[in-house]
């Protein structure tokens, strides 16, 4: 049977990841025991998880979306029906497959953009001071990352986000990293990063010859995330009961690729216009439902709502008992919505101890880490713990959670007073662990199902169809001025190491490439740029014309060389 699609999405090179169906996310570059002042305080959190900070961000912020909510619920939909159906020998297995093929051949054709937005926030996107948006993810970045001067603060933005963005756009951490995304497969085989980047590249390149507001890359980033993610119309289809089996995959598959050509058509001052009146500046702790409906047949979008609103009602136990194993995953799913808004940024293994009622102690290694108040008929005990940090980007407020025996014994919020939210936490979140390990089971337990059914043979088609189908949308996409009868040459020239044997695998080309990419994000001016080229021993002049030779030659446009500014496209 063919592999089974994650639905975890990792930051290129890293350990980071995000799961799409619970949008939990961990973070690397995270030393809780190292970082444990840091965490508490807004404005201090290490630099070292900053990269896996921001993609990962932009995962959770994506995922947190009519498009990413009508995901999950087909994938817990399935696990529900599947277990259902294994112990109770409710429903048709049938069904189970048929909620698994939506959700997997939109995860196989959506990954790819996923992390081309993600990679596109890391690499190019630099909030402006007239910017009249700013994403979440980067919001976040400015105050957990920043200490803002009281101008700064009244203003809303300010220098300090730019220096931040500054200092490691420039590092030699991050140019590797941009470097290596460059040399990535181009299969979507792997994570489709590469083939995306360029792919958003090449929308934004796009939109801003459209539309000149788009040189501001952080309202871009906005309206390309809204674009596909808020899109009701894409709903109706994965939820549309008109389908089925191979004719599901295909409809979705269409839609997709029909919502490139709607981008290509969209009005976009009319759209920016009215995306402005509706999605305000974010601030920390709102929560907008005021969603732009952009290019979206407005039908279908209605349609679109009223079927996620029902899939959500699916959940609801009208006479509050769960007696049935039906009745108590419902109630698990329910719970797994309600905390897809939470962002875990560490977590450690630690030892717990309840001295007394009330009291928490923790320590790792019979070192002290803390103490404080533990929750309300925490029994008194001790053994071994965990202790997590979350953010909640939507919510606006932190929480460190303390669990001793895959149960909570303490919680501490900060940045809110809200009741539901500590009703939230008290009655939903488990502790990171156990939600780790309650999904793989049931991942497993759904593979074991579907897999010694007459049904694999239907989910076995359409994971092939997934496999290939994305690698033929993008690549013409992210590929745009290669002729068409060339591209299958391109591709399997690219399939292993990406621009680099288009760049006659010299690295050092790659590592300019990346350099100037990262430096015309800030907006730095060509002399300094050329500066920076000679610095790494590279001649500034000579590295452009070679970069322009060998773009030209493949026709793949890598940098536009006006008289005093440089500009990446890839």
Partial sequence: MSKRPSDIHCSQGDRAWTDLVTNLTLLSGVEVEKHLGNLFQIGKFPQSCLPSFLHEGVH???????????????????????????????GDLFDVVEDLIRYETALALMRPLAEGLALFAEFDVTPRRDSSLISLPMLWMYFCFTTQSKDELRNESGFSLYKLLH???????????????????VSCEHGGYLLGYMTVKNLWAYATSQCARFTDIELFLIYLR????????????????QT?????????????????????????????????????????????????????????????????????????????????????????????????????????????????????????????????PALEGAPVGEGDGSLDFYISPAGGYRAVIVSLDQ???????LGTEDRAVQKQFKDYITNRAKVDATNEESRQLLEAITSNHVSSILLNHVREFNQEAPDQIYLQKALLHVPPQQLTRYFDMMKEDGLLPILNNETSLVKALAMIGLSTSLGLPRDHILNMLSMNGMDGQSTISELHRFG????????LDEVEVLICLV
Avoid at 226 to 241: E, H, K, Q, R, W
Avoid at 407 to 413: D, E, F, H, K, T
């Fill in 244 to 372: 089925a089996e191979i004719d599901s995959a295909n409809a979705i598959a269409s839609y997709f690729q029909e919502r490139f050509m709607a981008f290509a058509q969209a009005d976009f001052e009319a759209d920016i216009s009215m995306f402005e009146s509706k999605v305000s500046k974010y601030k920390l702790g709102h929560r907008s439902d005021k969603l732009p409906r952009l290019n979206t047949d407005l039908g279908l979008y209605k349609l679109g709502q009223e079927r996620l609103k029902q899939s959500v009602a699916e959940l609801k136990n009208k006479k509050g008992k769960y007696k049935s194993i039906g009745d108590r995953l419902r109630l698990s799913d329910s719970w797994t919505l309600a905390q897809r808004d939470i962002m875990c940024i560490g977590s450690l293994d630690v030892s717990v101890r309840l001295p007394r009622q009330g009291w928490v102690v923790v320590s790792r290694n019979e070192q002290h880490i803390l103490s404080g």
């Fill in 226 to 241: 809204s674009f596909f993610y808020d899109d009701f119309g894409f709903v109706a289809t994965l939820l549309s009961p």
């Fill in 407 to 413: 149960r909570i014994v303490s919680l501490q919020l």
């Fill in 552 to 559: 030209d030659k493949h026709n793949i446009p890598l940098i």
């Fill in 60 to 90: 959770h912020w994506c995922f947190q979306s009519p498009v990413g909510s009508t995901l999950a619920l087909l994938q817990l939909r399935a696990r529900r029906r599947a277990i259902s159906w294994a112990l109770e020998s409710e």
């Fill in 167 to 185: 200092d490691v756009r420039l590092s030699q951490h991050y140019c590797q990293r941009k470097s290596n995304v460059l040399i990535q497969p």
